[in-house]
């Protein structure tokens, strides 16, 4: 079964570095989405990307955060100068979009980051 | 402002035993109502509900969606310990544009 991809599985940065993590979703899929999960909190919202743009984002979503999909497979989330709070799990997920059940999230198996 | 709420928070039951897990949202342009398993790390699918009413099934777990009282349950009958997982009712809006997820629901499963 296809499998979004997620790379690396752990990241480890300085506060203040640029991090970008990268997913490659499942190959079919018009719709990526971004989320993050503190530890111990919810799966929160940040972005949405459909047709080479950004649909919508969530007040997470600041100047420091950025996406692209610049090669037509990979989608990138890209934090420009991270905060200690930025520690988080950080999912992808994409959907095929309407109809025929495609609306459901396929998640990949996340990005542990850890800001020092 | 739209939200889903999620309850019970956590539940602690013995295997054997069958579990309800609740959900209601308030919700502009609602679409889908999603239910998803987190247990170490990533949500994985289990139930997507559009239409009111109708029963999806999977082995032990079903789900049922009832728009008028905006809330949906999640069942769990004859528990094993493997079902021990935080499980995430979500929205999606017609604009597809996101997936709202709620607290969860943390349930743990003993022998």
């Known amino acids: 079964e296809p499998e979004v991809t997620q790379t690396p599985s752990h990241q480890v940065t300085q506060m203040g570095q640029e991090v970008i993590l990268r997913c490659v979703p499942i190959?079919?899929?018009?719709?990526f989405y971004w989320y993050r999960q503190i530890l111990g909190q919810k799966v929160e919202f940040l972005v949405s990307?459909?047709?080479?743009?950004?649909?919508?984002k969530s007040e997470i979503f600041d100047d420091q955060f950025s996406v692209e999909r610049p090669d037509g497979s990979n989608f990138t989330l890209k934090i420009r100068s991270t905060k200690l709070e930025d520690s988080a799990m950080y999912f992808c997920?994409?959907?095929?979009?309407?109809?025929?059940?495609?609306?459901?999230?396929?998640f990949g198996s996340g990005t542990q980051l850890s800001v020092l | 402002e739209d939200k889903v709420v999620q309850s019970p928070l956590s539940l602690v039951v013995h295997e054997g035993d069958t579990v309800t897990l609740n959900c209601s949202y308030e919700?502009?342009?609602?679409?889908?109502l999603l239910w998803y398993k987190q247990e170490k790390k990533a949500p994985t699918f289990l139930f997507m509900l559009?239409?009111?009413?109708i029963e999806k099934k999977s082995g032990r777990l079903s789900s049922i969606l009832d728009k008028k009282e905006l809330s949906s349950i999640l069942n769990i009958t004859a528990t094993q310990t493997g079902d021990s997982a935080i499980y995430l009712c979500?929205?999606?809006?017609?604009?597809?544009?996101?997936?709202?997820f709620g607290p969860g629901t943390s349930l743990s499963v003993i022998p």
């Open positions: 997920a994409s959907s095929e979009g309407v109809g025929q059940g495609g609306e459901k999230l396929l």
């Open positions: 190959s079919n899929h018009l719709y």
């Open positions: 990307f459909y047709n080479n743009e950004i649909s919508e």
């Open positions: 919700v502009t342009n609602f679409r889908s």
């Open positions: 559009t239409s009111s009413g």
């Open positions: 979500a929205y999606l809006k017609t604009s597809y544009d996101k997936v709202i």
